[in-house]
């Protein structure tokens, strides 16, 4: 069982209550896994610095890689929290279900979850023919390495929440097992 509890506005920093009050205004509410890495004096800022830099993706490409990284760690907040996102990027439930699942009809976003399925699974390895098809899809060295990065991103959140199991705050969305059995 966690010993984390989500801390609220008045009980962090003055520099986090400032970040608070800025995602507060942007977003509506401070995610409680943000939340929680304001118990890092420096983490908060640091992270939300990486998370929010500029990147050769696009939303949807981001909410790709977001969602199968995900998928694979196991991570239930993050799924909540990325297929919100996704719906605001325009994806279906059932695409963000195939995507989840590591495919998708579209030929471009097939090879870019599938690299980055085999990357996160295989810790940055991809075989021979998933980096040929990710390359023949149109993707270049730099996104390659703007993919390793945010799936960087993913997972450090990933693992936060398989670690301290702050409640969600985003509605639960089923496991794959559940929806395809």
Same mark, same amino acid.
Not at 1 to 25: A, G, R, W
Not at 87 to 113: C, P, Q, T, W, Y
């Given at each position: 069982?966690?010993?984390?509890?989500?801390?609220?506005?008045?009980?962090?920093?003055?520099?986090?209550?400032?970040?608070?009050?800025?995602?507060?205004?942007?977003?509506?509410?401070?995610?409680?896994?943000?939340?929680? $890495?304001?118990?890092?004096? #420096? *983490?908060? +800022?640091?992270? %939300? &610095?990486?998370?929010?830099?500029?990147?050769?993706? !696009?939303?949807?490409?981001?909410?790709?890689?977001?969602? $199968?990284?995900?998928?694979? #760690? *196991?991570? +239930?907040?993050? %799924? &909540?929290?990325?297929?919100?996102?996704?719906?605001? !990027?325009?994806?279906?439930?059932?695409?963000?279900?195939?995507?989840?699942?590591?495919?998708?009809?579209? +030929?471009?976003?097939? &090879?870019?979850?599938?690299?980055?399925?085999?990357?996160?699974?295989?810790?940055?390895?991809?075989?021979?023919?998933?980096?040929?098809?990710?390359?023949?899809?149109?993707?270049?060295?730099?996104?390659?390495?703007?993919?390793?990065?945010?799936?960087?991103?993913?997972?450090?959140?990933?693992?936060?929440?398989?670690?301290?199991?702050?409640?969600?705050?985003?509605?639960?969305?089923?496991?794959?097992?559940?929806?395809?059995?």
């Amino acid at each position: 069982m966690s010993t984390f509890t989500v801390p609220t506005k008045d009980q962090v920093s003055e520099t986090h209550k400032v970040i608070f009050d800025n995602l507060q205004k942007a977003l509506g509410f401070v995610p409680n896994l943000y939340a929680t $890495i304001a118990y890092s004096d #420096n *983490g908060l +800022a640091k992270f %939300l &610095a990486y998370q929010n830099a500029k990147t050769s993706l !696009n939303n949807k490409e981001k909410e790709i890689v977001n969602l $199968i990284v995900s998928e694979v #760690n *196991g991570c +239930a907040y993050c %799924l &909540a929290a990325h297929t919100v996102i996704g719906k605001m !990027n325009g994806f279906s439930d059932e695409e963000i279900l195939k995507l989840r699942s590591g495919n998708s009809s579209n +030929a471009k976003f097939d &090879a870019l979850v599938k690299f980055a399925k085999e990357a996160t699974l295989y810790k940055g390895h991809v075989d021979d023919a998933t980096l040929n098809a990710f390359y023949a899809a149109g993707y270049t060295n730099g996104n390659l390495v703007d993919i390793i990065l945010q799936i960087s991103d993913k997972t450090a959140m990933n693992y936060l929440h398989n670690l301290t199991q702050v409640p969600l705050d985003f509605p639960a969305v089923p496991a794959l097992e559940e929806v395809f059995s």
